[in-house]
């Protein structure tokens, strides 16, 4: 059975908390307003295949911290 799990891991969240992004404007900011539920992967790269393509599923997704520093610098 290899179902696929939608919406953000732990870390990710917790990631997310620590920039004072929420999970609904990381979501809109990849995938639109219309979209009701994460697209991406579960480390929060919106890339729906990160985990064992850019990192190992127990390392830390860098592609999320990069991310969050675009975000942020974007002044979103
Ligand atoms: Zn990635
Ligand atoms: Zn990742």
Redesign the pocket.
């Known amino acids: 059975m290899s179902a696929i799990v939608r919406g953000l891991d732990e870390a990710a969240r917790v990631t997310l908390h620590h920039h004072r992004i929420t999970q609904a404007s990381w979501r809109r900011h990849y995938f639109g307003a219309e979209a009701t539920t994460w697209l991406g992967?579960r480390c929060g790269?919106p890339?729906d295949r990160?985990i064992d393509y850019?990192h190992d599923a127990h390392e830390d997704?860098s592609?999320l911290l990069a991310l969050i520093a675009d975000y942020e610098g974007s002044g979103a």
Do not use: G, L
């Open positions: 992967d790269c890339d990160c850019h997704c592609c």
